[in-house]
C-alpha cells in the first residue's frame, strides 16, 4: 500500500496526542476542534487521511504504518466494566465509520470495511466486513 502524507489536522492531532501529558489542554483543545478522542500512544507512520470524528481507547494499542479513517470508534464494549481495549497489527486499514469493540486482537494486514464491527478477534492477512464477517485471503 502506497503511504500517503498525513493533511495538516492529521499532523496536528498526532503532535498533540503525542505531547498530551506535557499539553494536556491543547490537546484537549484540538480533540474538541476535530470531534475526536485520542488518548492511547500512536505508533510510527500511523496514517489519518480524514482525522474526524475518531475516537480511540486510551489502552488500545495500534501497529506501526496503520491507516484509520474517518468516524472510527476503537474502544471498549462497556462503560460500566472495564473490558479493554483493542490491539491492532502493523499494516493494517481500519475503514470509514468501522467499530472495533472490546479486548480484540487484529492481527497484521488485515482490512477492515467500512462500518464493519469488529468485536472477535481476526488473523493475519483477513478481510473483516459487516458484523465480525471475516474473509481469509
Known sequence: ???VE???AAKLL????RGKKSRPRLHRLVCVLLNSDVYCDLPAGIQFPHPYGV???SEAVIGENTTVMQQVTIGGKS???PDGAPTIGRGCYVG???RIL???RIGDHVTIGANAVVTRDA?????VVGANKILIR
Open 14 to 17: 498526532i503532535w498533540a496526542t
Open 1 to 3: 500500500m502506497m503511504e
Open 6 to 8: 498525513n493533511p495538516a
Open 79 to 81: 462503560l460500566s466494566e
Open 102 to 104: 472490546g479486548p480484540v
Open 55 to 57: 475516537m480511540i481507547h
Open 123 to 127: 488473523p493475519d492477512g483477513c478481510v
Open 96 to 98: 470509514a465509520g468501522a
